[in-house]
């Protein structure tokens, strides 16, 4: 089996692919695309992927796109050290928790992460280059133009933190009924993995301090932090404190 992933360091969506590769010990090639070069919106790449996004993962010829779709496609293509329940209720309800991840902290991370990490990036940019990047998005270009160049308007940053925070809480209830330490209890599955570069992206823009008051969260993230997988995925180059040197003081004003 030959895996050739194409994404980026620095992704969410590609953090949680190489996290089940890693754990699962499966070799593969990996292909960086730089976002904010626009690599995901080359015609080649788009034939790959016609959303313009990461990850996509090419398995022997066969091509699989979205982050979660991917994950679940790992475990039942290499089912060693299965992330998946065998139990179908138990499955449905790992199922639902990647379902309200993408909906919830997934989508929200983007307005931090733009406001803090990418704006500077796109201020240098002419207007007429911006709405001309933003417009070849396929999936994302209403929000590149909502955000403008000015950034995301502070009501936005504070319901997006709001549905982050919901989260924390919904993890913690998770954590608390199943007995944990993981969100289903003794075993770690793919809505672990799912959430974790959320929470990764969080703490690396200087706000990990809205989940400290739930020490079953905060114990969560200590133990997949320790998790052989952690280290092989993240990288030097994979946060984006280490490329932005703006985002260290800004992040912790914000915090
Ligand atoms: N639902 C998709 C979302 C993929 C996605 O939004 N990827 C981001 C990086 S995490 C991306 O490629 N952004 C580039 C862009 O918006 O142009 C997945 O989970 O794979």
Same mark, same amino acid.
């Given at each position: 089996?030959? /895996?050739?992933?194409?994404?980026?360091?620095?992704?969410?969506?590609?953090?949680? %692919?190489?996290? %089940? @590769?890693?754990?699962?010990? @499966?070799?593969?090639?990996?292909?960086?695309?730089?976002?904010?070069?626009?690599?995901?919106?080359?015609?080649?790449?788009?034939?790959?992927?016609?959303?313009?996004?990461? &990850?996509?993962? +090419?398995?022997?010829?066969?091509? %699989?796109?979205?982050?979660?779709? $991917?994950?679940?496609?790992?475990?039942?293509?290499?089912?060693?050290?299965?992330?998946? &329940?065998?139990?179908?209720?138990?499955?449905?309800? *790992?199922?639902?928790?990647?379902? /309200? $991840?993408?909906?919830?902290?997934?989508?929200?991370?983007?307005?931090?992460?733009?406001?803090?990490?990418?704006?500077?990036?796109?201020?240098?940019?002419?207007?007429?280059?911006?709405?001309?990047?933003?417009?070849?998005? &396929?999936?994302?270009?209403?929000? *590149?133009?909502?955000?403008?160049?000015?950034?995301?308007?502070?009501?936005?940053?504070?319901?997006?933190?709001?549905? @982050?925070?919901?989260?924390?809480?919904?993890?913690? *209830?998770? $954590?608390?009924?199943?007995?944990? &330490?993981?969100?289903?209890?003794?075993?770690?599955?793919?809505?672990?993995?799912?959430?974790?570069?959320?929470?990764?992206?969080?703490?690396?823009?200087?706000?990990?301090?809205?989940?400290? +008051?739930?020490?079953?969260?905060?114990?969560?993230? +200590?133990?997949?932090?320790?998790?052989?997988?952690?280290?092989?995925?993240?990288?030097?180059?994979? @946060?984006?404190?280490?490329?932005?040197?703006?985002?260290?003081?800004?992040?912790?004003? %914000?915090?």
């Amino acid at each position: 089996m030959a /895996f050739k992933l194409y994404n980026a360091p620095q992704s969410t969506c590609s953090q949680r %692919v190489r996290f %089940v @590769l890693n754990a699962k010990r @499966l070799p593969f090639e990996e292909v960086k695309l730089r976002l904010l070069e626009g690599d995901q919106l080359k015609p080649d790449y788009l034939k790959l992927n016609p959303n313009g996004v990461v &990850p996509t993962l +090419d398995h022997d010829g066969a091509i %699989v796109i979205d982050s979660t779709v $991917i994950i679940e496609y790992l475990d039942e293509v290499a089912p060693d050290k299965s992330f998946t &329940p065998s139990d179908p209720v138990a499955r449905a309800a *790992m199922r639902a928790q990647m379902r /309200f $991840i993408d909906e919830m902290p997934a989508a929200s991370v983007r307005v931090p992460t733009f406001n803090l990490a990418f704006l500077p990036r796109f201020q240098k940019m002419s207007r007429d280059e911006f709405v001309a990047f933003a417009e070849s998005k &396929p999936l994302r270009k209403e929000m *590149m133009l909502t955000m403008g160049q000015s950034g995301f308007p502070q009501a936005e940053m504070k319901s997006a933190l709001d549905r @982050l925070r919901r989260t924390y809480e919904r993890m913690d *209830m998770w $954590i608390a009924e199943s007995g944990g &330490p993981w969100l289903m209890g003794k075993d770690l599955t793919l809505a672990d993995i799912a959430v974790m570069p959320a929470l990764v992206r969080m703490e690396d823009l200087g706000m990990a301090s809205q989940w400290q +008051d739930l020490p079953r969260v905060a114990a969560w993230y +200590d133990a997949i932090k320790a998790h052989p997988a952690y280290r092989t995925t993240y990288y030097l180059g994979s @946060l984006l404190s280490e490329q932005f040197p703006h985002l260290r003081e800004k992040a912790s004003a %914000v915090a």
